[in-house]
């Protein structure tokens, strides 16, 4: 057994690899394959303990960068970071866990090494425990299955069942392969060996035929001029009050080089690390220098809302995005703007407050007490053009996204400040996360970063231009928006939802002796 929890821990591991910045995707299956092989005829107990220990290796290898937000910009003992790091991968290895012990559980439905265990079962289960992963506690959905697939034959999938889809996919595709494997292996059922072959190709080969498929057309006729400001701040200044008239500084020096007719400048996440209502003066000068210079900027801010004027210490904190040079001068508080909804346990805000607030204590970080903006808010609109917002974590939330696009967006947009988490494989991750989202509703993604990955992404997914992490820069570039809706971006997870319950159905129809 213990040689089996070693190579479980090694399987998940390995996973990391099939993600940016590697890109080696086929060691996806071959991590998801190791796990389904090590469980499918073992107790629950046994089950259990390598799907912990696959979780383990598979968070380890993919999220342990968080350790540079907890120690460095926490400030926190190497000890207590390794420890609160220790907890939330343990936790985050709960939902493997649960997977494994499932499946295990379901023995009587779908017994072991069965088509029905590999191919149906299995995947409906785990789509089940990286719902709960991605909703409990607001959920942290880092590292679905199915981004690895962004460099694989897979990705023509993305514009049609979206990124709940492929990660369906990716999990029946290794429950065939092992299918095929064991069955050969055991030299019996040839016909169900041969049909499973060819469905396993016939996934694989659908998307030759898909892959060149327009489900958008680029409107040629109307151009977008922009200029996206990557200050890169370091993040131990960031929230520092001395630091923030250099801040304001580098910013407004970098627009000032771009300022012009028709011209749309794109700030950072919060790149006005203060309240502002503290800020109307800038805001009221930057706001007239864009509108004589014919351009709009869209700036990160955090809002102080007071919900009531005389009680100044009981206010809301909404992580903002403003648009300031429209053609109605700027007066608090505008209405061109986004709030973002969709808060980071801990960095935004405090799940179970009563219980978990000594552990936020520890790690003090700033602005983390935040109000949630509409589950559904107005695209922004610059220079005439419509943007569907996400900020930061919100981009690798597809059905967020979905709930706010509308077949009138001309773009996508996200802004981010990815300084938390250093030089480290998590910023890369983020952009990758990004790119399926375009890729998804086939439209352009524009993406602003404090200290990288700033970049334009074309509606294939592919990234077009950048500017390389931790550099002052400003990345210019011109671009036409997209028309038309793809499969996903006009049913959403509904044809996902659909087999799902058909596959829930199979699972428990068992078959008569």
């Keep these: 057994m213990l040689k089996h929890l070693f190579l479980s821990l090694i399987l998940g591991g390995i996973a990391v690899f099939s993600y940016a910045p590697f890109h080696i995707w086929p060691l996806a299956f071959i991590s998801f394959i190791g796990l389904l092989w090590l469980i499918a005829d073992k107790s629950k107990k046994q089950a259990l303990l390598i799907g912990l220990t696959w979780g383990i290796g598979y968070f380890v290898g993919g999220v342990h960068w968080i350790y540079i937000s907890i120690k460095q ?16 991968i343990v936790y985050l290895s709960l939902y493997p866990m649960l997977f494994a012990l499932l499946l295990r559980m379901l023995d009587r439905y779908a017994p072991a090494f069965s088509f029905k265990q590999l191919v149906i079962t299995a995947p409906v289960i785990w789509q089940f425990s990286e719902f709960l992963r991605g909703y409990i506690l607001t959920g942290f959905a880092w590292l679905e299955l199915g981004y690895s697939q962004l460099d694989s034959p897979l990705r023509a999938y993305f514009p049609i069942i979206g990124i709940e889809g492929v990660n369906l996919i990716t999990s029946i595709i290794c429950g065939l392969i092992l299918y095929i494997l064991h069955q050969l292996r055991s030299k019996v059922h040839k016909k169900h060996v041969l049909g499973a072959i060819i469905a396993l190709i016939a996934i694989f080969i659908a998307p030759i035929s898909l892959k060149d498929i327009n489900w958008t057309t680029v409107d040629q006729n109307r151009i977008a001029n922009f200029s996206l400001i990557q200050g890169n701040i370091p993040q131990s200044l960031r929230w520092n009050s001395e630091q923030l008239e250099s801040t304001l500084k580098t910013y407004y020096q970098l627009t000032q080089q771009s300022l012009g007719k028709d011209k749309i400048i794109i700030w950072s996440e919060a790149s006005i ?4 209502i503290n800020q ?6 930057l706001d007239n220098q864009a509108r004589a210079k014919g351009s709009e900027i869209a700036v990160g801010i955090i809002d102080y809302r007071l919900k009531n004027a005389e009680d100044q210490a009981n206010g809301d904190i909404y992580n903002t995005l403003l648009v300031l040079g429209g053609k109605e001068a700027y007066q608090y508080p505008t209405t061109n703007r986004y709030q973002k909804h969709h808060l980071v346990p801990f960095g935004e805000f405090i799940p179970l407050e009563s219980v978990l607030e000594p552990i936020a204590a520890l790690l003090d970080i700033p602005m983390s007490s935040m109000k949630q903006g509409d589950k559904k808010q107005p695209q922004l609109t610059m220079q005439g053009f419509k943007f569907t917002t996400a900020i930061c974590y919100e981009v690798i939330l597809s059905n967020y996204i979905w709930h ?5 967006t001309d773009f996508l947009l996200t802004v981010s400040n990815d300084a938390w988490f250093g030089n480290s494989i998590g910023p890369k991750q983020h952009l990758q996360m990004a790119q399926a989202r375009a890729l998804e509703f086939g439209r352009p993604l524009i993406r602003s970063t404090n200290n990288g990955i700033t970049a334009i992404i074309d509606k294939k997914g592919y990234i077009i231009q950048q500017i390389p992490a931790f550099t002052e820069g400003v990345l210019n570039a011109t671009l036409s928006p997209t028309t038309g809706l793809t499969p996903y971006a006009r049913w959403g997870n ?7 319950l058909f596959m829930c159905i199979i699972t428990f ?5």
Excluded: H
């Design 494 to 500: 509904l044809p996902y939802y659909v087999l799902i």
């Design 73 to 88: 910009y926490g400030e926190l003992p190497t000890a207590i970071a390794i420890v609160i790091l220790g907890l939330l």
């Design 273 to 276: 690390t203060d309240f502002e």
């Design 404 to 408: 706010n696009f509308q077949q009138d």
């Design 509 to 513: 129809i068992k078959k008569r002796s």
């Design 280 to 285: 109307q003066p800038f805001l009221y000068y």
